[in-house]
């Protein structure tokens, strides 16, 4: 897990290319719309090099978390995700100060954005073999 502050600081802030930068120049760039010279073609040419390039970083990081997340999970033991599932259980579920029970440990709606997705039928292309997505052609 500690591996994961390098790979973060470097896409974040600190390498050659990182999003921070990048979300300041598409900032930068966005305001030039503003004024009167700026030509909207050539600016967004400009957005989607950079957006490109934004989410090719934005992906690293996530593979990164999800791959080594899913490596420390891997290395528990049975009573450690035993444990681990009762510990989540008692963060995730409570009672409000009115007297209304809640338990957030379980997903029982799911949500496109703000929206309550009603026909699961939908997600398959997202949630079945996805290792395509992690490869390039």
Sequence with gaps: MSSLVDTQRNDLY???????????????????????????????SQ????????????????????????????????DQKTRLYALRKEIMSGTYADGTVFDFSVATTLFLYSGIINDTGLLAPYTGNTDYLFFEP
């Design 14 to 44: 600190a390498g050659p290319a990182n999003i921070v930068g990048l979300r300041t120049e598409i900032a930068t760039l966005l305001r030039t719309l503003l004024t009167a010279g700026a030509s909207p073609a050539v600016v967004k």
């Design 47 to 78: 957005l989607q090099a950079l957006s490109e390039e934004y989410w090719d970083l934005d992906g690293e990081n996530n593979y990164n978390y999800a791959t080594v997340i899913a490596q420390a999970y891997n290395s528990l033991t049975t």
